[in-house]
């Protein structure tokens, strides 16, 4: 199976995506093209050993920017890394993408050249965010859609689901709506509509979950659905709040000696905390719905991002996650 990666873009640039990709291959046996400056990419290449036969480069001129207008920028700028990288998924030489930069482009791209798997409303980003049992719980969406109606939020607990199922390994599922409370009547006119139509459906509906469950500790719960601009405000707020908790227990251990004395006895379980809350580890975020695999990576994803991603769009192409969504949407008539 190929995957095409947009090494061109994202803040490192193609050094730490071409050697997450070469990673990729030696590890998982995939083939990947690399999608940017071949000159580049090319004495990059230089420096790994890898088999030829697994990676190839296609030649692109352009670089949408991170703070180029989305739709302008896919339409004007068609030799991008970001487009090529779509059209080769589009064309069916690779089973999927990744592509760390700018994510309104990347869907925009998606949109236009893969558009949308039959009977889908809307799709949604979905991101995994780490619990305290190191099984990560599926948000989406997580900004695709900032405006929402019921019957999207339905589709994205199915599309969810499946998600879950075959990618994390859950056979069963629980589904969750992010609402100000659990009692059923609880929330907005969008979440109170939303929970009365997957209530009638033969899901693991938990109901209404809060905030404080997202990270397991509170209610068990593997998927949770909310409209993107929630979805969102979460993502960034989880990722800023890791980050900061590591920046104040560093500054604290650097000021004093005993903590620094705990801190080498404890540097395992930190390494192993740190790395259970790494965005890197989950390869970056899903987005489904859309005619083929799209992995759309954080900014600032390196190495260990682009080979988790790759290996993601694999087994997500391998699971047929996307027929079994559409499948599931006309069976329970949320079309």
Same mark, same amino acid.
């Not at 990419?41 to 420096?47: C, N, R, T, V, Y």
């Not at 939303?194 to 997202?214: A, C, F, M, Q």
């Not at 682009?306 to 996650?321: D, G, L, T």
């Given at each position: 199976?190929?995957?095409?990666?947009?090494?061109?873009?994202? *803040?490192?640039?193609?050094?730490?995506?071409?050697?997450?990709?070469?990673?990729?291959?030696?590890?998982?046996?995939?083939?990947?093209?690399?999608?940017?400056?071949?000159?580049?990419?090319?004495?990059?290449?230089?420096?790994?050993?890898?088999?030829?036969?697994?990676?190839?480069?296609?030649?692109?001129?352009?670089?949408?920017?991170? *703070?180029?207008?989305?739709?302008?920028?896919? @339409?004007?700028?068609?030799?991008?890394?970001?487009?090529?990288?779509?059209?080769?998924? !589009?064309?069916?030489?690779?089973?999927?993408?990744?592509?760390? =930069?700018? +994510?309104?482009? +990347?869907?925009?791209?998606?949109?236009?050249?893969?558009?949308?798997?039959?009977?889908?409303? !809307?799709?949604?980003?979905?991101?995994? %965010?780490?619990?305290?049992?190191?099984?990560?719980?599926?948000?989406?969406?997580?900004?695709?859609?900032? *405006?929402?109606?019921?019957?999207?939020?339905?589709?994205?607990?199915?599309?969810?689901?499946?998600?879950?199922?075959?990618?994390?390994?859950?056979?069963?599922?629980?589904?969750?709506?992010?609402?100000?409370?659990?009692?059923?009547?609880?929330?907005?006119?969008?979440? +109170?509509?939303?929970?009365?139509?997957?209530?009638?459906?033969?899901?693991?509906?938990?109901?209404?979950?809060?905030? @404080?469950?997202?990270?397991?500790?509170? @209610? *068990?719960?593997?998927?949770?659905?909310?409209?993107?601009?929630?979805?969102?405000?979460?993502?960034?707020?989880?990722?800023?709040?890791?980050?900061? %908790?590591?920046? %104040?227990?560093?500054?604290? %251990?650097?000021?004093?000696?005993?903590?620094?004395?705990?801190?080498?006895?404890?540097?395992?379980?930190?390494?192993?905390?740190?790395?259970?809350?790494?965005?890197?580890?989950?390869?970056?975020? +899903?987005?489904?719905?859309?005619? =083929?695999?799209?992995?759309?990576?954080?900014?600032?994803?390196?190495?260990?991002?682009?080979?988790?991603?790759?290996?993601?769009?694999?087994?997500?192409?391998?699971?047929?996650?996307?027929? @079994?969504?559409?499948?599931?949407?006309?069976?329970?008539?949320?079309?």
């Amino acid at each position: 199976m190929w995957v095409a990666v947009d090494v061109m873009s994202g *803040d490192y640039g193609p050094v730490e995506l071409i050697k997450g990709s070469v990673y990729a291959v030696n590890e998982y046996g995939c083939s990947v093209v690399l999608v940017g400056d071949e000159e580049q990419i090319s004495e990059i290449l230089l420096g790994y050993e890898y088999n030829s036969d697994k990676i190839r480069v296609l030649h692109s001129t352009e670089i949408i920017g991170m *703070d180029d207008a989305p739709a302008t920028a896919v @339409r004007s700028m068609q030799d991008s890394s970001i487009v090529k990288a779509v059209k080769l998924v !589009r064309d069916r030489e690779c089973v999927g993408l990744f592509s760390p =930069g700018n +994510t309104g482009a +990347t869907m925009a791209a998606a949109l236009m050249f893969l558009g949308r798997v039959p009977g889908v409303y !809307r799709p949604p980003i979905a991101a995994p %965010i780490p619990q305290e049992n190191g099984t990560p719980l599926l948000l989406l969406d997580a900004g695709a859609n900032v *405006d929402c109606k019921p019957e999207y939020l339905a589709q994205f607990a199915i599309m969810g689901e499946h998600y879950v199922r075959e990618i994390f390994g859950i056979p069963k599922p629980k589904i969750g709506i992010l609402s100000n409370g659990e009692e059923e009547k609880k929330g907005n006119s969008l979440t +109170t509509k939303t929970y009365s139509i997957l209530k009638k459906l033969p899901i693991n509906l938990v109901g209404n979950i809060e905030g @404080r469950d997202l990270y397991g500790g509170g @209610r *068990d719960v593997d998927v949770v659905v909310c409209d993107g601009f929630v979805g969102n405000v979460v993502i960034k707020s989880t990722e800023g709040l890791a980050k900061s %908790i590591f920046n %104040i227990l560093q500054t604290q %251990i650097e000021h004093s000696t005993i903590a620094k004395t705990g801190a080498l006895m404890l540097k395992s379980s930190l390494q192993t905390i740190k790395k259970r809350l790494d965005y890197a580890e989950y390869g970056g975020a +899903t987005l489904l719905g859309v005619d =083929g695999v799209c992995i759309i990576g954080h900014g600032a994803s390196n190495s260990i991002a682009a080979q988790n991603a790759i290996r993601v769009a694999v087994e997500s192409a391998r699971s047929e996650v996307n027929v @079994r969504i559409s499948e599931s949407l006309i069976k329970y008539k949320i079309v």
